[in-house]
C-alpha cells in the first residue's frame, strides 16, 4: 500500500497544551481518517474526513482534509491526561479500498 | 452492539506449531480486514474480504498464511508452521460503509518461542 508519512513520531507535553500532528502521503485519498489506540486494545476511530478542504471538529479535536488530497493533521486543544496514546492517521483511496495507516504519533501528556 | 470480538486475546506457542486467530464482525458489516501491528513495520494489511470473498490477500507474507471467511459471521487467519518473526499483534477490523471508517477488535497478541 501508499506509504503515509506521519509526524512528529512522539510527543512529550504537559496538560494544558495544544497538541498538532499531520500526516502526508505521495498518492491521493479520497478519504483521510485518525485513529487513537490505547494500550492493549485496537485502534478507535476519532474523525473521519471524506472531501478535500473540510475541517471536522470532534470535541477538543480537529481535523482538516489537505486541499491537495494528499494530507491531513490533526490538533488537539487543551489536552489531559486522558488523551495519552498512539494516534494514527490512514487514507483510503477508495470506498472499497483498505486502509492504509501511518506509523502514528505516540502522545504523553504529564498532569 | 458487542464489537468485533477477537479470540484469543494472548496466544502463545512454540516454533512450527499451528496457529488459528478467530474474529467475529459486526453483524451487517460487509468487509472484513486483518492487519498485524509490529513496532518497526506498525499496522500492515494481510487480507481483506467483501461479502465473504477474498479481495486482495497480497499482504499475507507467504504461503504459511491462510485466512478463511466460510461465512459473514466468522473469519479465521491461519499460520502453519508458526515462526518467531510472526510475533505481533494481529487485528480484525469491520466495516459496512462501503468498507469506511473501520471498527477493530482488540486484538491477539501472538508470540512464538
Known amino acids: 500500500g501508499q506509504q503515509l508519512n506521519q509526524s512528529p513520531q512522539s510527543m512529550f507535553i504537559q496538560e494544558g497544551e495544544d497538541v498538532s500532528m499531520n500526516c502526508t502521503s505521495s498518492s491521493i485519498f479520497n478519504t483521510w481518517l485518525w485513529y487513537k489506540q490505547e494500550p492493549g486494545e485496537g485502534p478507535v476511530l476519532l474523525i473521519a474526513l471524506y472531501k478535500a478542504g473540510e475541517l471536522t471538529s470532534n470535541g477538543r479535536l480537529t481535523a482538516q482534509f489537505g486541499i491537495t488530497r494528499k494530507d491531513s493533521f490533526l490538533n488537539i486543544s487543551a489536552s489531559i491526561p486522558s488523551d495519552v496514546g498512539i494516534y494514527f492517521c490512514a487514507g483510503q483511496a477508495n470506498s472499497g479500498y483498505a486502509l492504509n495507516f501511518g506509523k502514528g504519533t505516540s502522545l504523553l501528556v504529564t498532569p | 452492539d458487542a464489537g468485533v470480538i477477537q479470540s484469543p486475546r494472548h496466544e502463545v506457542t512454540e516454533m512450527g506449531q499451528e496457529v488459528t486467530l478467530r474474529c467475529k464482525p459486526i453483524?451487517?458489516?460487509?468487509?472484513l480486514f486483518w492487519y498485524r501491528q509490529t513496532m518497526m513495520r506498525g499496522l500492515e494489511l494481510l487480507i481483506y474480504f467483501n461479502n465473504n470473498v477474498p479481495i486482495d490477500d497480497s499482504g499475507m507474507p507467504e504461503d504459511r498464511f491462510s485466512a478463511k471467511m466460510p461465512n459473514a459471521s466468522f473469519s479465521t487467519l491461519k499460520i502453519q508452521p508458526s515462526e518467531p518473526r510472526d510475533s505481533a499483534v494481529y487485528f480484525c477490523?469491520?466495516?459496512?460503509?462501503?468498507?469506511?471508517?473501520?471498527?477493530f477488535g482488540s486484538g491477539t497478541r501472538l508470540t512464538v518461542v
Open positions: 477490523a469491520t466495516s459496512g460503509q462501503g468498507g469506511r471508517g473501520y471498527t
Open positions: 453483524s451487517g458489516h460487509d468487509y
